[in-house]
């Protein structure tokens, strides 16, 4: 079957839980549950190598504050005026 071809699927029985997750997840990202199921399809094949993310939410995790590398960070930050003459 050509890449470029497209098929259509009916799912039944899908736990309430199961919908409420997913419709929650393609809110999140901005997209129609459509979108997302078929992005899912294709991550689950190992065909998901054209994913757009827009945001790094899922890949990074979340932000923590860390004393140490805000420390390093305003280190960085601070300007040497005497290699600036």
């Given at each position: 079957m050509p890449r470029s071809s497209r098929v259509q699927y009916t799912v039944r029985g899908v736990p309430g839980d199961v919908d409420q997750g997913l419709r929650r997840r393609a809110r999140q990202r901005g997209?129609?549950?459509?979108?997302?199921?078929?992005?899912?399809?294709?991550e689950a094949v190992g065909g998901g190598h054209g994913r757009r993310y827009r945001t790094l939410k899922d890949l990074g995790g979340r932000w923590r504050d860390d004393p140490e590398f805000a420390r390093i960070l305003g280190e960085q930050r601070r300007i040497d005026r005497g290699l600036w003459r």
């Open positions: 997209m129609s549950l459509n979108q997302l199921l078929v992005e899912e399809l294709c």
